[in-house]
């Protein structure tokens, strides 16, 4: 039998064991084992890729206007008339000044064997010198004309000077009616010291009255894709491109041995380099050589008229020619309807033109054409 006492004691020790065990339990639970358990890691957030817009590369759209004695692309319609500078080309008028900016130049011979330059400027503006300027002559004035062009010259020979009073040229003359319109450089002797610009020129047109009114000749041009290379499929000839024989160099000579000019194709800017007497002819405005999408070299009868050696020079009844282009020559001739300009045709078809300024040179007939003509391919 417990007593009283001996009952509290018992019970008093078995809430203490039960209060122990409790906390063990406790501890036991929270410790998870002894090991700590590691909060849960969260998940990345992966943002949605942004797309770019794409750039879809737009054909550029040809334009509708082009210069028609270049085929160049141009801004806006071309309205203002081609002005027709003679230029000297003795020995120490060169390098002239301009030629680079314009759309054609011819070469013919003048006196003594010296040749004269024409160049005919329409497309391009801002030539703040062309020179420099000398004088005309009778076949010159027909060259300049078939372009519609303002005669720009100083002085002339009788010949020429009976055809423009007669006739009533619109002409430009430094030592007639237009003297306030050039002037002379500091830095050569006279006479190979006249220039003016393009802006003087048009200003003294202007003031003489002289329209826009005129008949420019339209010359048929290879599309600038077409005419960029040579070459089409596995070295074929491109579509409705005339194929020549190879023609990567001409010299020329007009009469004298001591003057001979020569272009070198040039495949990276599908052009022929301009050079005298093996040097580079360069414009002296900015020091670049002279280059031609197109060279014609074209035989024409001369006549010597006088002691003085002034020249008369067929440039209407047409001849032999030759085309040089894209690296090749094409043979063909020369022709001149009434009213036109001078045109290269093979097989009694115009042949297109390169896009680009052309050079016309026009050589003697005799002894024979070929004779002023050395084609190679170095």
């Not at 020979?157 to 055809?163: K, L, Q, R």
């Not at 020091?287 to 010597?304: F, M, R, S, T, Y």
């Not at 020559?329 to 052309?358: H, M, N, S, Y």
Request: hydrophobic content about 35%; charged content about 20%; aromatic content about 8%.
């Amino acid at each position: 039998m417990f007593s009283k006492g001996s009952l509290s004691f018992r019970k008093f020790a078995w809430r203490t064991s039960l209060l122990s065990m409790a906390t063990v339990l406790l501890l036991s639970g929270c410790s998870g084992g002894g090991k700590q358990q590691a909060e849960p890691t969260p998940a990345p957030v992966v943002e949605a890729p942004v797309e770019q817009p794409v750039e879809v590369p737009q054909e550029e759209a040809s334009s509708p206007y082009k210069a028609p004695l270049t085929g160049m692309p141009l801004e806006a319609s071309l309205t203002q008339r081609p002005l027709a500078v003679m230029i000297n080309n003795a020995p120490a008028a060169r390098p002239q000044s301009g030629l680079g900016q314009a759309d054609m130049v011819y070469e013919v011979l003048a006196e003594g064997g010296i040749t004269r330059l024409i160049g005919i400027f329409q497309s391009q503006s801002g030539i703040e010198k062309i020179g420099p300027i000398r004088s005309i002559r009778p076949y010159l004035i027909n060259l300049g004309e078939s372009y519609g062009g303002v005669l720009v010259h100083a002085g002339g020979s009788p010949e020429a000077y009976s055809i423009i009073q007669k006739q009533g040229k619109q002409d430009m003359d430094e030592i007639g009616n237009a003297g306030a319109y050039f002037w002379r450089a500091k830095d050569r002797k006279a006479p190979h010291n006249l220039y003016s610009s393009d802006e003087k020129l048009r200003e003294g047109a202007a003031k003489l009255n002289y329209g826009n009114d005129v008949k420019v000749p339209q010359y048929s041009f290879y599309s600038e894709p077409t005419a960029a290379s040579g070459d089409g499929a596995e070295g074929t000839a491109p579509v409705g491109v005339v194929s020549g024989e190879p023609g990567e160099k001409v010299e020329i000579k007009f009469l004298l041995d001591s003057y001979v000019v020569a272009y070198q194709y040039d495949g990276s800017s599908n052009t022929y380099k301009r050079w005298v007497n093996g040097s580079p002819h360069v414009d002296l405005n900015d020091n670049v050589q002279l280059e031609a999408a197109n060279v014609i070299v074209l035989g024409a009868d001369h006549k010597v008229l006088d002691d003085v050696g002034r020249l008369a020079v067929n440039v209407e009844t047409g001849g032999k020619a030759m085309l040089f282009q894209r690296g090749e020559v094409i043979e063909g001739q020369w022709v001149r309807a009434a009213g036109d300009a001078i045109r290269f045709v093979k097989d009694g078809k115009e042949v297109p033109l390169v896009p680009g300024t052309t050079y016309f040179n026009i050589v003697p007939n005799s002894p024979s054409f070929e004779s002023h003509v050395t084609i190679s391919n170095p």
